[in-house]
């Protein structure tokens, strides 16, 4: 059984097809950017995507992923350019101690993906199910509205 991951087919060892795709991702392939939070899909530290849609990784078996795209935080940047997401993360200083940073920016990329220029109302929206215990969600919101204007053309 194989997953795309990052746009590369990984072969998923049969000790491991019971166990969620973050497990496997995490101890498996060394992909340690999706974080274990809560492991009942409360916190949204573990977010990737699936088929390009933000799912959570500690609720989803590595099993369902069988033939399908992840795409985990590792895989945002081309090459040496970060994602305009990451870009504006590291400008606003948006992490404090990090640990919710990778579910947030994958929940705002596929966000800005599919919704241009979104108002407070929706970056807030799509990023409720995902906790920071460090506070940093006003910084998230004006880090999303920086790479919103900086992929539709802004400075
Ligand atoms: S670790 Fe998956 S939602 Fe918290
Ligand atoms: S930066 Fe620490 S939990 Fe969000």
Excluded at 14 to 33: C, F, I, K, P, T
Excluded at 35 to 50: D, N, Q, S
Excluded at 54 to 69: F, G
Excluded at 116 to 128: M, R, W
Aim: charged share 20%.
């Amino acid at each position: 059984m194989d997953v795309m991951v990052n746009g590369a087919a990984r072969a998923v060892a049969r000790e491991w097809r019971d166990e969620s795709a973050l497990h496997w991702l995490r101890e498996s392939q060394g992909l340690v950017g999706a974080k274990f939070g809560c492991g009942v899909g409360i916190c949204g530290a573990c977010t990737v995507w699936l088929d390009g849609a933000p799912v959570r990784s500690c609720l989803t078996p590595v099993a369902q992923c069988a033939s399908r795209q992840v795409t985990t935080v590792e895989g945002l940047a081309q090459g040496s350019k970060l994602h305009p997401v990451q870009q504006a993360w590291l400008d606003h200083s948006v992490p404090q101690c990090g640990y919710c940073q990778s579910g947030q920016i994958m929940a705002a990329a596929a966000l800005l993906r599919d919704v241009k220029q979104p108002t407070d109302a929706q970056i807030d929206e799509a990023l409720s199910g995902h906790l920071c215990r460090c506070g940093t969600q006003a910084r998230v919101r004006e880090a999303v509205k920086t790479a919103a204007r900086r992929i539709g053309g802004a400075a």
